[in-house]
């Protein structure tokens, strides 16, 4: 091959039948004698490790009540669970559930009401 680069301008044909893809040097290492090396010098695995699995997803809880203003807060696992056990025991939605649970709060914290 010559020195110089071919021209994108030029008119010239560039003959390409010539060329050959290279051949390895040598044959690749049988994927076993690889994975041993690798362990030898505690090289760190690129497989995915297993995860835990998701828990369990709950139905979807949409109802048309009027409730159109949003309420987050933060709770314990333990406590999110009881909530929604008690919802569906009566068979209210959480806005209903929220507002029983607060008329209850009021009840006893000013029981002169």
Do not use: C
């Not at 406590?79 to 009021?106: I, K, M, S």
């Amino acid at each position: 091959m010559s020195g110089e680069r071919a021209s994108i301008f030029g008119d010239d044909d560039f003959e390409v039948s010539d060329f050959q893809p290279r051949l390895p040097d040598r044959p690749a290492a049988p994927p076993e004698e690889v994975r041993a090396v690798s362990e030898a010098a505690s090289f760190r695995s690129r497989e995915p490790k297993a995860v835990a699995p998701l828990p369990a997803r709950r139905e979807q809880r949409r109802y048309r009540t009027g409730r159109n203003a949003q309420l987050n807060i933060k709770v314990r696992p333990e406590t999110l669970e009881a909530f929604y056990a008690l919802v569906d025991r009566h068979g209210w939605v959480q806005g209903e559930a929220f507002e029983r649970a607060l008329a209850a709060l009021e009840r006893e914290l000013d029981p002169q009401k």
